[in-house]
C-alpha cells in the first residue's frame, strides 16, 4: 500500500498564499504594459502599410512567448525569484522590438529569413518556459534551518560592500596601476559580483519598508553614487544594469512598480546614451583620469551632447546614430548564422564551446590564459563581422541563442532552451520559502543579476558567473551561520 503524501503545513499554506497574494499585486501592471503594446502594434501596423503581416505575426510571437513567464509570475502560478521571467523578457526588446520598428540591420534579410528567425526565438522561448514552469509551478515545504546572514549585520555588510565598491570603481585608474592582470581581474569580479547581490538584497528590503531610516539614507547615496561612478566610462551597462537590479528588487519587495519614476530615470539613460559617442571622442584619448570633483560638469556636458543629439535629427557616424532598441538588438546575429548557414556555411560544432574549460581558470594561475570574449570573437571573424584585430577595441555582441544556432544549429538552440529552462527553474525553486540574506536566496539574486545581459556568449556568461560563485561561497562561508528562521523572514 503506498503511502500518502504529508499535506502542506499549514504555514507553508498560508505562505504560499502570501506569496501569491503579493505577486498578483503587479499583475495590473502586466496588462497595463499589454494593453499599452497592444495599441502600439495597431497603430504601427495601420500608419505603416509597408510593414508585412509576418514580420507583424513574428514579432507577436516573440512577444507573447517572452512574457509567458511574465504573467505565469505576476499571477502567482509560478514562485520564488523570477530570474527566467527576467531572462525572457529581454527578448521582447532585443527580438520582437526590432522585427516591428524595421531595425535596418535586421530588415537586410528575406522576409522569409525573418520569419524563419521568428519562430526559432519563439520556439526556444516556448520550449524553455515549459521546462522552467515545471520546476516553479510547486510550493516546497521550507528547510528547517537555514545558513544565513543576521539581517542587521547582513545590512551592515552590504552597505560596506556598495561603498567599498564606489571607492574601486572611481580609483580603477590608480588600482590597475600596481596590480597584475589576473588580480585585477579577480579582485573586479568579486567586487561586480557582491555589488549585484548587496544592491538586490538592500532594494528588495527597502520595498519591504525593512530599512532604517538612517540605512535607507545610506544605501540611497550609495547606490546613486555606485550608478554615477559606473557611467564616467561612458559605458552605461554597468550603471544600467545596477538601476535594473534596484527597481526591479525594490518592486518584488514592493509589490508594485514605480512607473513614473522609472520612466524618468530611463529619459535620463535615453539622452545619455545619444551623447555618450560625442563624450567617448573627447574623453577616451586623455591619459589624465577624471576626478569626482569634475563629476557634475562632465555630466553637464554629458547631457548636453544629449540633448543637441536628440533634437538634432542628424545621424552620427558608427553607433550613435542608432537608437537603443537598434544598439540593443540582438536577432540579426541569428539571421545571420541562419542565412550562412542556408548559403553552406559549415557550422562550428562547438568550438566556441570548447574554450569554457580554460576560461575557468583565474588569470593568475594562467598568465597566458585567452580572454574571456574569445568565443565572442571566434564568432565574429567567423561570420566576417570583424576581423581579429578589429576585436581588440570593439566587441560586437551575439547572446546565447545565437550561437547555440552557429555551432549546433536548431538542435543547439534546443539543448540550450533545456538548460536555461532547468537551470534557471532550479534556482528559482531553491530560493523559495528561503530568507532573503540566506545563501540560497543570495545565489539566486547573483543569477538574477546575469538574466539581463542580452549580449553574452556562453564562455563570457560561465566564466563572470564561475568566478562571481566562487567569491559568494567564500564570503558566505566566513560571514554566514546555520539558524532556524521562519520561512516567511524577509
Known amino acids: 500500500m503506498l503511502k500518502q503524501l504529508p499535506a502542506l503545513t499549514q504555514n507553508n499554506l498560508q505562505a504560499k498564499i502570501n506569496s501569491r497574494k503579493s505577486q498578483r499585486q503587479l499583475l495590473p501592471f502586466f496588462w497595463i504594459i499589454i494593453i499599452a503594446y497592444t495599441a502600439f502594434v495597431f497603430s504601427k501596423v495601420y500608419f505603416n502599410k509597408t510593414i508585412s503581416l509576418e514580420d507583424v505575426f513574428g514579432s507577436l510571437a516573440i512577444s507573447a512567448a ?86 542587521h549585520k547582513g545590512e551592515n555588510i552590504f ?90 528588487s525594490y518592486s518584488i519587495g514592493k509589490n508594485k512598480f514605480p512607473v513614473i519614476f522609472a520612466v524618468i530615470i530611463f529619459s535620463l539613460f535615453a539622452v545619455l546614451h545619444t551623447g555618450k559617442a560625442s563624450m567617448r571622442q573627447l574623453y577616451w584619448h586623455q591619459t589624465i583620469a577624471i576626478q569626482p570633483w569634475q563629476y557634475p560638469a562632465i555630466f553637464g556636458e554629458w547631457f548636453d551632447f544629449g540633448l543637441k543629439g536628440l533634437f538634432s535629427q542628424k545621424e552620427e557616424s558608427g553607433n550613435s546614430g542608432q537608437s537603443i532598441i537598434e544598439r540593443s538588438s540582438v536577432i540579426q546575429q541569428l539571421l545571420l548564422t541562419q542565412s550562412s548557414t542556408k548559403l553552406g556555411q559549415p557550422l ?60 549546433f544549429g536548431l538542435l543547439g538552440c534546443g539543448l540550450l532552451a533545456c538548460i536555461c529552462g532547468a537551470v534557471y527553474g532550479y534556482i528559482g525553486l531553491i530560493s523559495i520559502n528561503a530568507p532573503v540574506f540566506s545563501d540560497r536566496y543570495l545565489l539566486a539574486i547573483l543569477f538574477f543579476s546575469y538574466a539581463f545581459q542580452t549580449e553574452l556568449t556562453a564562455g563570457v556568461y560561465v566564466a563572470a558567473l564561475f568566478q562571481s560563485s566562487v567569491t559568494l561561497f567564500i564570503f558566505l562561508f566566513f560571514l554566514t551561520k546555520v539558524q532556524k528562521i521562519e520561512a516567511t523572514e524577509n
Open 66 to 151: 517572452s512574457l509567458l513567464s511574465v504573467y505565469l509570475w505576476c499571477a502567482g502560478k509560478a514562485f520564488g525569484m523570477p530570474i527566467f521571467p527576467i531572462f525572457s523578457v529581454t527578448y521582447f526588446w532585443t527580438s520582437a522590438l526590432p522585427l516591428l520598428l524595421e531595425s535596418p540591420g535586421v530588415f537586410k534579410y528575406s522576409n522569409s529569413e525573418r520569419f524563419f528567425a521568428s519562430m526559432t526565438v519563439t520556439g526556444f522561448l516556448l520550449l524553455s518556459t515549459l521546462i522552467w514552469y515545471q520546476f516553479v509551478k510547486r510550493f516546497p515545504q521550507p528547510k528547517a534551518y537555514y545558513r544565513t546572514i543576521e539581517i
Open 159 to 248: 552597505l560596506g560592500v556598495l561603498f567599498i565598491s564606489n571607492l574601486f570603481t572611481i580609483f580603477i585608474p590608480y588600482i590597475s596601476l600596481y596590480l597584475d592582470g589576473g588580480t585585477f581581474s579577480i579582485i573586479r569580479g568579486a567586487i561586480l559580483g557582491l555589488s549585484a547581490i548587496a544592491t538586490f538584497a538592500m532594494s528588495y528590503r527597502f520595498g519591504k519598508g525593512k530599512l532604517s531610516q538612517i540605512n535607507k539614507i545610506l544605501y540611497l547615496v550609495l547606490l546613486t553614487a555606485n550608478i554615477i561612478s559606473s557611467a564616467i566610462g561612458f559605458l552605461l551597462i554597468g550603471s544600467l544594469s545596477l538601476f535594473l537590479i534596484a527597481i526591479i
Open 348 to 407: 562550428l560544432y562547438g568550438s566556441t564551446y570548447s574554450i569554457i574549460p580554460q576560461l575557468l581558470i583565474p588569470r593568475i594561475f594562467n598568465p597566458n590564459k585567452i580572454i574571456s570574449h574569445e568565443g565572442t570573437t571566434i564568432l565574429n571573424v567567423y561570420y566576417g563581422r570583424q576581423t581579429r584585430e578589429d576585436t581588440l577595441t570593439t566587441t560586437i555582441g551575439w547572446g546565447l541563442l545565437a550561437e547555440a544556432y552557429a555551432n
